[in-house]
């Protein structure tokens, strides 16, 4: 017994944890259940714990529907533990683990949710708090799981809501929280949230706060926060907020008392955020969105916005002007009463001690041109955006006052058009005030070709019209380098004033120096995308407006010779100058270019203006500190593209305008040929044969480089069966089977080491494919230098160059995909070295695994042979005992003295057989203990292995539990 005992040590003992779960799942009284709860929740407190259903968060279910108020107390608060990453605070990462997993485990039986949101009934303020805490919790660690078994459960968002009329400010403040966490992101919850009527309740929150502490109550400002979330991308939620009447309530909240505080102010800009908000979701829902501008405009929102924009008072609140702007942008945006309102709409200033009113729109104008704040500038620009979009009206109103502005400085009297153009023309050294002009001009032409006719023909100060005064001061500031904002709105005026039509691009075109400087511009090397792009837009807005030519007749009535009339200028002719003095690849890559860009990219997402997030928008979407590229230009410079790209095409495919078939190359010139320019031709023909071998020399290069990725490809199957060899080791290891872990090991190291061969062998053919384009772009230069000299330019002398130039990019391309694969061979050894450190490790993990096995197993034969030495000391005592037995059957002693001697030693041989047994009986359960400890060891060699798996496949997954297991252990899953 004692040899037992020191074998096989005491057996496992169960953990406090899962002896407390024991109790409390227990018929145990109800005051040891508070007792044993308490307990457990010290324990939950001390110890990252991970529980399963059964057995563990089923035990504490049943606790809450016992309706004991200091057991749900304190098992909620034990639950809310549990589902904490930061509890235990000594091991945030085990707390982590414990968290994510007992917070899956919960959230997959969804009664448990419903149990655990069932108590809020109870009276009690700590049952309320832990409820709620527990939500939290369980969202901040599982969001999406928590938001879909609410939405399995409604009569939790019912049990919810209704903590929101709790008069606690402790219970109230941390259900706004759950609130604000439950409707993120998920729009289902939202639009359930609005019909239950969580806008009202929350409204008659603020309205509740303001009439007891003021507008500046940080209750009623986490209320309007909590509304936005609500109604947040939510066209369902926004209709809702409309149809029940809760703008009437939300509208007041804009006015502020003539000396405010901040906080009141920040009250007031969160409703003109919450106003945005809801405007632009609904902005291409026309019906939803009329429906809420003319509310809101029965209710005098857009005077409240404007005195908030113009009052001296908030002067010094940045931040709600510019939320009050972005607001006002969509309450206009394609609603004519509301632009019309603005239009007629005045401002007062101050100004020699006398009160002055004046237009709203110029005053705002002019404040913006003065600003220095970048968001500033793009918000007023997106509202005159928005009030000129699709109003002819509002258009020509406000064209009818443009004329050539007077000399800087910029005056505040001038009209609307007319500030605009003046802060173009005479722009300052930044160019933001510029940009701001010419966008606000942009939008009183796009779209109106009337206005852009009309505007073609107005005159300008220094003589000519306004549209050449600005194609002029577009190429003076080319030529000058001036400020990449100033070119930036120039060229979107200019392209936007000749898009369709067809009088200003004939303008444009009209002065001789305008096309040839604007094609010298697009071919001059350049490397602001967005300039070169809108270069090319110009260039393209003119080929699709201007006509073609028509065919060439002869007609008596036509004029006489000696009175000839200058040739048109037609899509035709331009095609050809772009032909001969660009290039078609070169136009193309600027528009291509410009098309590629992140800005453009960007602005197409279409995504909403808020003035919160004002500048991150301009740091994501910004170029030289404005919003460029807007969703409407994106697509108006796309449909430019594609109509210029057309129109290309077709001029390609037409005859001559005399009826010849075009010819590739120009007819010669009369006369005898030039033998110098003939033997100049010879020697360019020469140099483009010997290109031409150098191409082919590049395209077999690049086949040996597809040959390389193809070398990689199979390198990369290679590593996934070392990733499978891996996983099968693992596998193995956790069976217990590991007599040929050691010949698989040792196959999979040669494996390993043949793939970095081969990995050598292929970085080497890739260096030797390097030298090789090397050389050839090195014989490349040499052939582009020869000649150099010569001076005679010819269609020849473009074709070399235009050749050279394409070699060379085709190199350059060659060799980044050489860096590209090599990078990508790093990594592939890298990668190769990691799993062969890991097999290794692995190898090491089974050898001791199958130690400890070996151990087991002789300790167990150690115990089989003991058993079978007792068994076959029991037999000999039973035949002995036998066989005294007879012995005293058969013996005759006088006086019956060897009776008694023979009864006295069988009962004494009876006695040790009893012991005999009772030591045979202690040896077969000690056999169990062993067999049992064994089994146990094995399931953790194998538990092992399965963690060691996990951890090289870089997925941990927890393990699964067994039946009739401890519910509950200390830092790892049962």
Known sequence: MPLFGSLLGTAPKKSAGALLLERLGGAAPLEERREAIVQFKELSAAQPLRLIDKGGFSVLAALLRLGDTEISRETLETLANLMDPQVPRDDL????????????????????????????????????????????????????????????????????????????????????????????????????????????????????????NGLGSVIAHDCLRLVRTIVAGNVPSCRVFTETACLPRLVPLLRLPPSHTKEEATCARLVCDLLAEMLSCVRHHPADRQSMQASLLRLDTLLLLLGHLTNPSTATEPQLRLSALCALADLLFLHAAACDAFLAATASRRHAEELVEEPAAPRLLYVSLRSASAAWRAASLRLFACLFSHAPHAQAAAAASLHAPPPPPLASHLPLATMAMSALLHPQEEGGAAWLGGGVVCALLDGNRQTRRLAAALPAAEGGTLLHACAKLLFASLREGRAALLLLALLRLLFVWVCDCREA????????????????????????????????????????????????TADAASPPADEPSPPPITRELLVQMVTRRVGLEAYTEAWEAMLRSDAYLKACEDRPWRASEADEQLKEQGVHGAIVYTAASAQQLRRCRDEAHAHILHAYSQPA???????????????????????????????????????????????????AHAQLEETEALRAELAEARAMLASREANGGADGDQAALEQLREQARADRSEVEALAATCRQLEGELLAKDAEINSLRNKGGGEEVQTTGNAMEQAAAEEVSIENERLAHQLAILGAQLDEANAARSRFASEAAAAAEAADDARIEAEEARAAARRAAEQLREAVAAREALEAQLAAQRQECSGSVAPGGGAQESGATDSLALERDLEVARGEISALREEQEELLLCLAEQDEAAQELQAQLHFAQSASWREPPSTPGATPMTNGSAT
Do not use: W
């Open 505 to 552: 691009a004939e303008g444009f075109c009209a002065p001789t120096a305008n096309l040839p400087s604007l094609l010298d511009a697009i071919a001059a090397p350049r490397e602001d995308v967005h300039i070169r792009g809108h270069l090319a837009a110009l260039l393209g807005a003119c080929l699709v407006t201007l006509p073609q030519a028509a065919p060439s």
């Open 657 to 707: 305008v005399d009826g010849t078939p075009r010819s590739e190359a120009p007819p010669a010139a009369a006369g005898e040929i030039d033998p110098a320019i003939e033997s100049f031709k010879e020697m360019i023909r020469a140099q483009d044969e010997q290109l031409q071998a150098v191409q082919r020399e590049a395209a077999e290069l690049r086949e040996k480089l597809a040959a």
């Open 93 to 212: 990462a085990a707390a982590a683990v414990k968290a994510a997993h007992n917070a899956s485990v919960f959230l997959s039986n969804t009664e448990n949710l419903a149990t655990a949101t069932g108590v809020v009934d109870d009276a009690d303020v700590y049952v309320k708090f832990h409820a709620i805490t527990l939500l939290i919790r369980l969202l901040s660690v599982a969001q999406a799981e928590a938001q879909a078994t609410v939405l399995s459960q409604p009569e939790v968002i019912r049990r919810v809501l209704l903590l929101l009329e709790e008069k606690r400010e402790i219970v109230r403040n941390e259900a706004l929280l759950l609130l604000a966490r439950l409707a993120g992101a998920n729009a289902d919850l939202q639009n359930i949230l609005a019909f239950q009527g969580a806008n009202e309740q929350l409204l008659t929150i603020i309205e509740g706060e303001v009439e007891e």
